[in-house]
């Protein structure tokens, strides 16, 4: 299993940036696909973007297509989250996710979770 801790979250206005990273020990990072989860209150959880063990396929739902990037370090065991032009309907705890898989793993197949960091974007 891999351990992964988020970080990165916290307050920003309607139209800003924030960059999340997500640290990983444990196992080979580079062994796993990884993903991005968000889950506003009363809210199901969303599968947001993906990226592959290597980094070079990647995911995006619509509601973050254009506006967030997802990409990682291996080197650093780092996965990150750009998110730009923040809207008030991105305020949500945000969680990395990890699955040991060669491709885009299908959002159940997610099985190691950080947890999680508050995002909140004032309007």
């Known amino acids: 299993q891999v351990q992964l801790v988020e970080s990165g979250g916290g307050l920003v206005q309607a139209g800003g940036s924030l960059r999340l990273s997500c640290a990983a020990s444990g196992r080979a990072f580079s062994n796993y696909a990884m993903g991005w989860f968000r889950q506003a209150p009363g809210k199901e959880r969303e599968f947001i973007t993906a990226i592959d063990w290597i980094g070079t396929n990647t995911y995006y739902a619509n509601s973050v297509k254009g506006r967030f990037t997802i990409s990682r370090d291996n080197a650093k065991n780092t996965l990150y989250l750009q998110m730009n032009s923040l809207k008030p309907e991105d305020t949500a705890v945000y969680y990395c996710?990890?699955?040991?898989?060669?491709?885009?793993?299908?959002?159940?197949?997610?099985?190691?979770w950080g947890q999680g960091t508050q995002v909140t974007v004032s309007s």
């Open positions: 996710a990890a699955a040991h898989y060669s491709g885009l793993p299908l959002e159940h197949e997610y099985d190691n």
